[in-house]
């Protein structure tokens, strides 16, 4: 039995419409950020304002889901102080116990500046297909999506297999506290043949796209201390090397600054024959749009002409970033003085299949050997996630992938890596070696998760929404 389609289309578009849009918008006024960026996130009450408004519609679902059991899970860490909370769902399925498992997660990203006028990240703003404001896209509206994907099965009468939802609260912090979780609920969980992972992106929002990578990510604090204080510049430079360019030498021991190509050859994995074709596949179809979704200055441009090196450089090779800086006055207090130490915060993705220990390891030994001048240079890892490279995908899920994007988009499905990570991701193709993923999400060209003016793509979460119902059934008629 096959979903009616303008049947589904409707509904989704009503519930949307109706119920997530309004709950999202409320979910957005919440500063509710990533342990990481608020330590004090207990205190602040924040994070328990999202898991308090998510759970409370999620529960209300019950009149659309006969048999949905939702609790709040908290954990305690080794030194009894409070783990991020995670929200966990069960809904019975027609027959037997096989499983679908749904994830999400509902903490933010910062702030971040550089919001346009008539912007904000905590207030809702609605401009035609676009719901603006922090977490909309990452992903708070994943918890909405799933139940909903389920109500348009239960209002068919179409069957399905037991579906388990948790949706966690540390995933912007690397998901450090998602392991013991795991590991808690892992009778509960039991043995999913499918994985539906709504918090990763999408290349454009005319089909629907199948993440197949995601690299992990290696990240931590570089400091180069060369005086015990502050001195007078014109007293000192020429004598004294200063911080900065000690730092600078350092970062050209890791990256080519001239191509960003990294020269560690511990951060490298070979790249397969598979995802290379994929990235040539991907090129062809999104042409120019690899790089134009970016918000580039007038004149600039990428690091290649080659649409498929560009996929594989943000997917399957290692990139650094320098997101933070410390040591540095603002440019207001900013006197003649030679500054005693810098520090940056380096973020260094690395490819699929690399165990991110071992990058670590070689990025720290990279940095730290032989300082110059005899500074004292010390990196301090913050942050160590795995990558992610799907297993190959089963002929069901690959017809049933197809089957949606066609009758829902218009357009065949297309797969791609993504070049984020997702650290349950590692976590569940270790421990589920035999399952299938379906990996997608909104963050689309212009989104800009993490950065300001995140949006939310509307029409395409009504679409998503329709086929991961529709997968879902497909998986139970396999």
């Not at 342990?35 to 304002?49: L, N, Q, R, T, Y």
């Not at 297999?161 to 998901?175: D, K, T």
């Not at 002409?305 to 594989?312: F, H, S, T, Y």
């Not at 699929?352 to 220990?357: G, T």
Request: aromatic letters at 8%; one cysteine or more.
């Amino acid at each position: 039995m096959a979903m009616n389609v303008q049947t589904a289309t409707a509904s989704s578009d009503r519930i949307w419409e109706k119920e997530i849009l309004p709950a999202l918008e409320r979910y957005i006024r919440i500063p509710n950020k990533s342990p990481s960026f608020d330590p004090d996130w207990v205190k602040s009450g924040h994070m328990e304002a999202a898991v308090q408004l998510i759970a409370d519609w999620c529960r209300a679902q019950a009149q659309h889901l006969p048999g949905l059991e939702l609790e709040v899970i908290r954990l305690k860490d080794e030194k009894g102080n409070p783990r991020t909370p995670v929200i966990y769902m069960e809904v019975p399925g027609t027959k037997g116990d096989d499983t679908v498992l749904l994830y999400g997660h509902l903490d933010k990203q910062p702030e971040m500046t550089g919001w346009r006028e008539g912007l904000t990240p905590w207030t809702p703003v609605r401009e035609g297909d676009k719901l603006y404001g922090r977490g909309g896209a990452d992903d708070g509206y994943s918890a909405f999506a799933s139940l909903a994907a389920i109500r348009l099965l239960k209002e068919q009468g179409l069957p399905h297999a037991r579906c388990v939802v948790l949706i966690e609260a540390c995933e912007e912090s690397g998901s450090y506290d998602l392991p013991a979780y795991i590991e808690a609920l892992a009778p509960r969980i039991g043995k999913p043949s499918l994985v539906v992972c709504l918090d990763s992106g999408c290349a454009n929002y005319d089909q629907l796209w199948m993440t197949t990578s995601l690299r992990g990510i290696v990240g931590g604090n570089l400091r180069v201390d060369i005086l015990t204080e502050g001195v007078h510049s014109g007293d000192a430079t020429g004598i004294v090397p200063s911080s900065f360019r000690i730092l600078r030498q350092l970062l050209s021991r890791v990256e080519d600054e001239a191509t960003g190509n990294i020269k560690v050859e511990g951060l490298h994995v070979e790249i397969p024959e598979a995802r290379r074709q994929q990235a040539r596949e991907a090129a062809k179809v999104l042409e120019k749009e690899v790089f134009t979704k970016f918000p580039w200055v007038p004149g600039s441009r990428p690091v290649s002409n080659d649409g498929a090196e560009l996929v594989l450089n943000r997917t399957w090779r290692p990139a650094l970033a320098v997101t933070g800086v410390d040591g540095m006055p603002p440019l207001s207090n900013a006197g003649n003085v030679l500054r005693p130490f810098t520090t940056f915060k380096l973020s260094m993705r690395i490819p699929p299949r690399l165990d991110p220990k071992a990058g670590m390891k070689a990025l720290k030994e990279a940095l730290e050997k032989d300082p110059p001048y005899g500074a004292k240079v010390t990196f301090e890892g913050e942050k160590a996630s795995v990558g992610w490279d799907a297993p190959p995908l089963s002929p069901w899920l690959s017809k049933a992938v197809e089957s949606a994007s066609s009758t829902y988009f218009g357009r065949s499905a297309m797969a791609m890596g993504e070049g984020g990570t997702i650290p349950f991701m590692g976590m569940l193709g270790e421990r589920f070696p035999e399952a299938q993923f379906l990996i997608t999400g909104l963050l689309g060209p212009g989104s800009n998760a993490h950065g300001p003016n995140e949006f939310l793509h509307i029409p395409t979460g009504k679409k998503l929404t329709c086929c991961v119902a529709s997968v879902i059934a497909d998986h139970f008629q396999r």
